[in-house]
């Protein structure tokens, strides 16, 4: 996933402030690499990426909503709270504090400095490996036919 940036080091020292590990050896002044979990996140000039993607640049306004959030899942509701935290001292403008959701979960909401809207939450039905994996439920429906057929 590569996100466009209005200046890389900025925002590579944004979320390098959130924890994340930034690869030296795959950056370059241009480019960040960060590996998450099994998702590796690239940040890119934003009109540097709309030319490779040969559109136009959109103006930066922040937060610029793209009809699009970033998710990132946490194991608990006080995880979530930290990373809030950690995100509004690093910058980050608060969109939505964190709080209880109507289906169960609990969440808060951030815009980054180039206005990339990540939603950081805790969803209880959501099982989280060791390194932050989501493995989804599997469908029922599906996993009575797959077994049927056995």
């Excluded at 200046?7 to 930034?22: I, Q």
């Excluded at 890119?44 to 640049?57: E, K, N, W």
């Excluded at 060791?130 to 439920?137: N, Q």
Aim: with cysteine.
């Amino acid at each position: 996933m590569t996100l466009g940036v209005d200046d890389v080091d900025r925002a590579s020292r944004f979320y390098e402030s959130l924890g994340w590990r930034r690869s030296l050896e795959a950056s370059q002044p241009s480019i960040s690499f960060f590996q998450l979990n099994t998702l590796a996140i690239a940040l890119f000039g934003r009109a540097d990426l709309a030319r490779d993607a040969g559109v136009d640049a959109a103006p930066s306004r922040l937060p610029a909503f793209t009809s699009i959030t970033l998710a990132q899942n946490h194991g608990s509701k006080a995880a979530v709270d930290a990373v809030m935290a950690q995100a509004r001292a690093a910058g980050a403008r608060v969109l939505k504090a964190p709080c209880d959701t109507d289906w169960g979960g609990y969440h808060g909401v951030f815009a980054d400095p180039d206005g990339h809207v990540w939603e950081i939450c805790h969803n209880p039905y959501f099982a989280l490996a060791v390194d932050g994996s989501i493995t989804l439920p599997p469908d029922r429906k599906s996993t009575r036919l797959n077994s049927s057929h056995t």
